[in-house]
């Protein structure tokens, strides 16, 4: 069993920063792939990027490249998503992930452990 916390989200104009973190805890981090995904309002939740459980390659949804950065530190048991370059069209409810597994996965339903989620608002 693995239990997720998001935190880090709040209210930033566009073209702002906000940096999200997830703490894991439970079985070993480090033995799990992650994921953050985000469901705006009315909308169906989506994948924004991954990372491997090993040597942590990453995986971008296509609107986010270049501007979003997933990493995670094993050693604090923590997943994190660097936004940068915010849009409002960025603005929804983010939610981390975990499954066992070695490689990335981008599809909900891959995924076996999911944190609340943390409201990220841009505002134009």
């Known amino acids: 069993q693995v239990q997720l916390v998001e935190s880090g989200g709040g209210l930033v104009q566009a073209g702002g920063s906000l940096r999200l973190s997830c703490a894991a805890s439970?079985?070993?981090?480090?033995?799990?792939?992650m994921g953050w995904f985000r469901q705006a309002s009315g909308t169906e939740r989506e994948f924004v990027a991954a990372?491997?459980?090993?040597?942590?390659?990453?995986y971008y949804k296509d609107s986010v490249k270049g501007r979003f950065t997933i990493s995670r530190d094993n050693a604090k048991n923590t997943l994190y998503l660097q936004m940068n370059s915010l849009k409002p069209e960025d603005t929804a409810l983010y939610y981390c992930?975990?499954?066992?597994?070695?490689?990335?996965?981008?599809?909900?339903?891959?995924?076996?452990?999911w944190g609340q989620g943390t409201q990220v608002t841009v505002s134009s």
């Open positions: 439970g079985r070993a981090f480090s033995s799990y792939a």
């Open positions: 992930a975990s499954r066992s597994g070695s490689s990335y996965y981008t599809r909900s339903y891959e995924y076996a452990y």
């Open positions: 990372i491997t459980r090993g040597d942590g390659f990453t």
